[in-house]
């Protein structure tokens, strides 16, 4: 009887160790092949880093070879002259040269960037911002990908047209009623 009892259980042993060997080779992950995955994915960005690498050294060896380019002279311009026309009473004035860029940061809403951003899609004057609809600015300033507030673009048209007939008070009371 003792002798049947030992084999039972030698034999629930080995059938225990067969089931867990089992187990432990079908559900739980092998480190070694998480190592070996991330290595052979390093050595695959390795070896595309050092094409890379090749690459752009030998288009630094060419351009180091080619000839220097001349010194570029920037044209001479001459500054174009504002003058006055008056027809019949009425005093009408170019619009502003390019040199003089108003300070659209000056109305609520437009900071910095998104002034620089309207000077680069070519709004650079009060009343260029005046002229234009919300839906003009939009589209001129989408391609710079900037973001801004449509309720501030709304207000922007009597913003600039108080700025370029050089309100400042009226303006800053228009802002007021803005910020409220």
Same mark, same amino acid.
């Given at each position: ?64 070879? !080619?000839?220097?380019? /001349?010194? @570029? ?5 001459? #500054?174009?002259?504002?003058? =006055? $026309? *008056? ?29 620089? !951003?309207?000077?680069? /899609?070519? @709004? ?5 911002? #005046?002229?234009?609809?919300? =839906? $003009? *600015? ?43």
């Amino acid at each position: 009887m003792f002798s049947k009892l030992a084999g039972i259980f030698i034999l629930g042993i080995l059938v225990g160790w067969v089931i867990e060997w089992i187990f432990v080779r079908l559900f739980v992950p092998n480190p070694k092949k998480k190592v070996e995955a991330a290595l052979q994915a390093s050595r695959k960005e390795n070896a595309n880093l050092q094409q890379q690498n090749r690459e752009l050294q030998a288009a630094l060896n060419t351009t180091k070879a !080619a000839p220097p380019i /001349a010194a @570029i002279v920037p044209p001479i311009v001459e #500054a174009p002259t504002v003058t =006055e $026309t *008056v027809v019949a009473g009425t005093v009408t004035t170019p619009e502003p040269s390019s040199a003089e860029i108003d300070n659209l940061t000056k109305l609520s809403g437009i900071g910095p960037k998104l002034a620089e !951003a309207m000077n680069n /899609a070519g @709004i650079k004057h009060y009343t260029q911002l #005046a002229e234009l609809s919300v =839906e $003009t *600015v939009a589209e001129r300033l989408a391609s710079s990908g900037i973001r801004y507030s449509k309720a501030s673009a709304e207000s922007w048209a009597k913003q600039a047209t108080l700025a370029s007939e050089q309100d400042w008070d009226g303006l800053k009371a228009y802002q007021a009623t803005l910020k409220n």
